[in-house]
Nanobody, 126 residues
Framework: VQLQASGGGLVQAGGSLRLSCAASGRTFRNYALGWFRQAPGKEREFVAAMTRSGPVIVYTDSVKGRFTISRDNAKNTGYLQMNSLKLEDTAVYYC????????????????????WGQGTQVTVSS
């Protein structure tokens, strides 16, 4: 499956952005959706993920209550709604697709994702 992330940009602290992840090539609904991010000089880190039909959703602690992951399988698109953005949210955000059926550990681990989008830059300013 090919993934195309979009929706990044420059936003002031406290603002909001919605990232989109458009999928093509294979049936998106057959894959778990994950969002990861990588800040300059840091390793790629897990942000949020959800299983194929959404019964399992996990977030990293730093975004709980601020970010919401969702998907519209009919549109082959995943989303990451980001509210109350902080300076430390600045990073390149990547969406990814995994054949993992369930299990928070697997959803949080980049090596279990088979397909990756190209990334979209999110910059939060003060």
């Amino acid at each position: 499956v090919q993934l195309q992330a979009s929706g990044g940009g420059l936003v002031q602290a406290g603002g909001s952005l919605r990232l989109s992840c458009a999928a093509s090539g294979r049936t998106f609904r057959n894959y778990a959706l994950g969002w990861f991010r990588q800040a300059p000089g840091k390793e790629r880190e897990f942000v949020a993920a959800m299983t194929r039909s959404g019964p399992v959703i996990v977030y990293t602690d730093s975004v709980k209550g601020r970010f919401t992951i969702s998907r519209d399988n009919a549109k082959n698109t995943g989303y990451l709604q980001m509210n109350s953005l902080k300076l430390e949210d600045t990073a390149v955000y990547y969406c990814a697709a995994s054949q993992v059926v369930s299990g928070a550990y697997y959803l949080r681990t980049p090596t279990y994702y088979n397909y990756w989008g190209q990334g979209t830059q999110v910059t939060v300013s003060s």
